[in-house]
């Protein structure tokens, strides 16, 4: 059904991260939202105009967040309960958690939720003394799947 309404796309620079269900970043970029199903060939005798092609394993990429520095140090913290083995309510410090897209009123529009994540990579500023840019911290997270919320 059609409602008179114009599909215009959402910008990209309004979004927030929830972990666990709480907002816990507000990052400045977010890249890794990416799938790939690997595919095998199947050649079929008598079929000579094309092979098939079959669906495989999913594989996800790597989210990456970015941020600017600031007191708030939880994604620090969780990277280095990894680092050190510590384990969380008796288990490997795994989190779920959620990208969420939202629209130029603010309003959530699309949600990417990602399971099981931990970070596998954390990234600090670069700092030199004839800048005045912000300092940037760069964390990437391993998860076991991103589903459309």
Do not use: C
């Not at 050649?43 to 092609?53: A, I, K, L």
Request: hydrophobic share 30%.
């Amino acid at each position: 059904m059609t409602t008179g309404k114009k599909p215009y796309p959402y910008t990209s620079f309004r979004f927030r991260i929830e972990i666990d269900g709480i907002t816990v970043a507000q990052v400045s970029e977010v890249s890794g939202l990416q799938l790939e199903t690997e595919t095998e060939a199947y050649e079929e005798g008598g079929v000579n105009d094309y092979v098939h092609q079959l669906p495989r394993r999913t594989k996800y990429q790597h989210i990456t967040l970015k941020r600017g520095l600031t007191d708030l140090d939880e994604l620090w913290q969780w990277y280095r309960n990894v680092v050190d083995g510590k384990l969380v309510r008796g288990k490997f410090d795994r989190r779920n958690g959620s990208i969420i897209l939202m629209d130029g009123t603010g309003a959530d529009k699309w949600r990417w939720n990602f399971t099981q994540a931990y970070p596998v990579k954390w990234s600090g500023p670069d700092l030199k003394a004839d800048g005045n840019s912000v300092a940037f911290e760069t964390v990437e997270l391993a998860h076991n799947g991103i589903s459309k919320g």
